[in-house]
């Protein structure tokens, strides 16, 4: 069992390692300044075949706006990685995107822009003491929350990307909810 968990250590570990500011994330409060700008060139009767093309390309694209619960502390930075394949899942550098925020509460809110419609997983890991690792144990078992799409449970290996799979649909706004996962 303790040979099983350092795998699923070192696997995650290699996941939020490679975890680095992205342009398709962006904080909630990031949006704000984003949704301010997009509506006023959205009123602008003279805008250019650029901007039209610009506009209609961000009308296909998805938003998922994700909030993590059961912290245990409001130290550290929260580690995302975003999937678009199944094979990637949950691999060190093969993420759709990545994004690292700051904790600031136990209960943190943040939304990912610009998302191609498709089938995604999310992977989230707490770094309390931003060492960019999952802590362990002496037996192996995680010290850190770390948690996953819908919610999927990760017993003795991270879970399959079926288990965390989601929809984000043309011009959606998709809701999602990780509780983190302690042992």
Same mark, same amino acid.
């Given at each position: 069992?303790?040979?099983?968990?350092?795998?699923?250590?070192?696997?995650?570990?290699?996941?939020?390692?490679?975890?680095?500011?992205?342009?398709?994330?962006?904080?909630?409060?990031? *949006?704000?300044?984003?949704?301010?700008?997009?509506?006023?060139?959205?009123?602008?009767?003279?805008?250019?075949?650029?901007?039209?093309?610009?506009?209609?390309?961000?009308?296909?694209?998805?938003?998922?706006?994700?909030?993590?619960?059961?912290?245990?502390?409001?130290?550290?930075?929260?580690?995302?990685?975003?999937?678009?394949?199944?094979?990637?899942?949950?691999?060190?550098?093969?993420?759709?995107?990545?994004?690292?925020?700051?904790?600031?509460?136990?209960?943190?809110?943040?939304?990912?822009?610009?998302?191609?419609?498709?089938?995604?997983?999310?992977?989230?890991?707490?770094?309390?003491?931003?060492?960019?690792?999952?802590? *362990?144990?002496?037996?192996?078992?995680?010290?850190?929350?770390?948690?996953?799409?819908?919610?999927?449970?990760?017993?003795?290996?991270?879970?399959?990307?079926?288990?965390?799979?989601? *929809?984000?649909?043309?011009?959606?706004?998709?809701?999602?909810?990780?509780?983190? *996962?302690?042992?």
């Amino acid at each position: 069992m303790r040979l099983t968990w350092n795998l699923v250590m070192v696997f995650l570990a290699f996941i939020f390692l490679s975890c680095e500011k992205d342009d398709r994330l962006n904080a909630t409060e990031d *949006q704000n300044a984003n949704d301010s700008s997009s509506v006023s060139s959205n009123n602008n009767t003279n805008s250019s075949s650029d901007d039209t093309d610009t506009n209609s390309q961000i009308d296909k694209l998805g938003t998922i706006e994700i909030t993590i619960t059961n912290l245990k502390s409001t130290k550290g930075q929260l580690l995302f990685g975003l999937y678009n394949k199944a094979e990637d899942f949950p691999e060190k550098d093969r993420t759709y995107a990545a994004r690292i925020v700051e904790v600031e509460s136990k209960k943190v809110s943040v939304q990912m822009d610009s998302i191609e419609p498709g089938s995604y997983a999310l992977s989230v890991h707490h770094d309390e003491n931003e060492n960019d690792e999952i802590d *362990q144990n002496f037996v192996g078992i995680p010290q850190e929350g770390f948690g996953f799409s819908n919610n999927a449970s990760a017993t003795f290996s991270p879970p399959k990307f079926d288990n965390a799979k989601f *929809q984000v649909e043309k011009g959606q706004k998709k809701k999602l909810s990780i509780k983190l *996962q302690h042992y």
